[in-house]
C-alpha cells in the first residue's frame, strides 16, 4: 500500500470589510413617568421583551440614562421619534 500526500496550498485572501457606523438611542431619566410606562414603550417601540425593557428602565432610573436600541442611524429614527412623542427623553448618539 502506498500513502498519498495532499499538498494543501495556503491562499491568503484579502477581505474588505466596509465600516458601517453604529449608533445608539439613549433613553433619559425623568421624574414624570412610571416603570411600567417607560418598560411599554420600550416593549412597543424598540422590541424588547419584558426583562430586557425593565432593566434598561431601571439602569436609567438609577443611572440616568441607558442606550436601549443600536443600528444604523435610518433605522433609530423613527423608534427615536416614537419615544418622543410618548413624552420621553432619547437622543441618537
Do not use: R, W
Amino acid at each position: 500500500m502506498s500513502t498519498k500526500e495532499k499538498i494543501q496550498e495556503q491562499v491568503d485572501v484579502d477581505v474588505l470589510e466596509q465600516e458601517v457606523p453604529q449608533h445608539e438611542i439613549v433613553l433619559f431619566n425623568d421624574d414624570v413617568h412610571t416603570f411600567d410606562y417607560v418598560i411599554d414603550a420600550l416593549m412597543n417601540v424598540c422590541e424588547h421583551d419584558y426583562i430586557q425593557a425593565e432593566q434598561c428602565t431601571v439602569l436609567v432610573h438609577y443611572k440616568g440614562k441607558c442606550a436601549v436600541k443600536t443600528g444604523d442611524f435610518e433605522e433609530l429614527k423613527p423608534k427615536c421619534s416614537k419615544l418622543l412623542q410618548l413624552g420621553l427623553s432619547a437622543e441618537i448618539v
